[in-house]
């Protein structure tokens, strides 16, 4: 079997996709046989939604809707507020350069 080549999210997040995301969390499911994967997994997500504010939780969340179940896991609810959050400070960025 040969190496796969993976990212971590937080540190490569802003020149991820969202399918790569899911791609990724398509290849956890089918292949890594490892309880601790999918409880790792499940932990982050529940752990964003206790500390996530909740309208961006809930923002998010109907875009995480849209991905296949399998796929609909901490990593790419991670993803996607961290993307909300980085478009909401550009936009906010914009709008203040564009007033200054």
């Given at each position: 079997?040969?190496?796969?080549?993976?990212?971590?999210?937080?540190?490569?997040?802003?020149?991820?996709t969202?399918?790569?995301?899911?791609?990724?969390?398509?290849?956890?499911?089918?292949?890594?046989?490892?309880?601790?994967?999918?409880?790792?997994?499940?932990?982050?997500?529940?752990?964003?939604?206790?500390?996530?504010?909740?309208?961006?939780?809930?923002?998010?969340?109907?875009?995480?809707?849209?991905?296949?179940?399998?796929?609909q896991?901490?990593?790419?609810?991670?993803?996607?507020?961290?993307?909300?959050?980085?478009?909401?400070?550009?936009?906010?960025?914009?709008?203040?350069?564009?007033?200054?």
């Open positions: 079997m040969g190496l796969v080549a993976t990212s971590p999210i937080l540190h490569k997040y802003a020149n991820m969202k399918d790569q995301v899911i791609l990724s969390n398509k290849y956890l499911d089918t292949w890594v046989d490892e309880p601790y994967v999918q409880e790792n997994m499940s932990f982050l997500k529940m752990a964003l939604k206790a500390n996530v504010d909740p309208d961006l939780w809930n923002r998010c969340y109907e875009e995480h809707l849209s991905a296949p179940v399998e796929c896991t901490g990593p790419l609810m991670l993803y996607l507020i961290l993307h909300r959050l980085q478009n909401c400070s550009e936009s906010t960025l914009n709008l203040l350069l564009l007033k200054v």
